[in-house]
């Protein structure tokens, strides 16, 4: 059974920093391709950021040069350093995999509609 476990959520000042851990569990993690997304009330899920099985990045132009992608293979663990934080950083962040092949290793997935398996989300709210 597939899990994607969010952490690291909570309530922070804008200006300032979180870290969001996702750990996965029931699957070969180096065989997919990571992600985060966010959903803010009244509004559409989003892509903040990915990665690819190669290492490749991506990120939302809202986030670009604030919040940084990374993954642990060895820990089965993707994280998402948000600095910089601002009030419309404020949704529920949630974590995806994707699986993909050796030939698209360095492909990054954007979209909500390739990712197989989603977390149950964690909180961020940023007060002003």
């Known amino acids: 059974q597939v899990q994607l476990v969010e952490s690291g959520g909570g309530l922070v000042q804008a200006g300032g920093s979180l870290r969001l851990s996702c750990a996965a569990s029931?699957?070969?993690?180096?065989?997919?391709?990571m992600g985060w997304f966010r959903q803010a009330p009244g509004k559409e899920r989003e892509i903040v950021a990915g990665?690819?099985?190669?290492?490749?990045?991506y990120y939302a132009d809202s986030v670009k040069g604030r919040l940084t992608i990374s993954r642990d293979n060895a820990k089965n663990t993707v994280y998402l350093q948000m600095n910089s934080l601002k009030p419309e950083d404020t949704a529920v962040y949630y974590c995806a995999a994707a699986r993909t092949s050796a030939a698209t290793m360095f492909i990054v997935r954007t979209n909500a509609n390739a990712y197989d398996y989603w977390g149950q989300g964690t909180q961020v709210t940023v007060s002003s």
């Open positions: 029931g699957l070969t993690f180096t065989s997919y391709a």
């Open positions: 990665i690819s099985r190669g290492l490749n990045t």
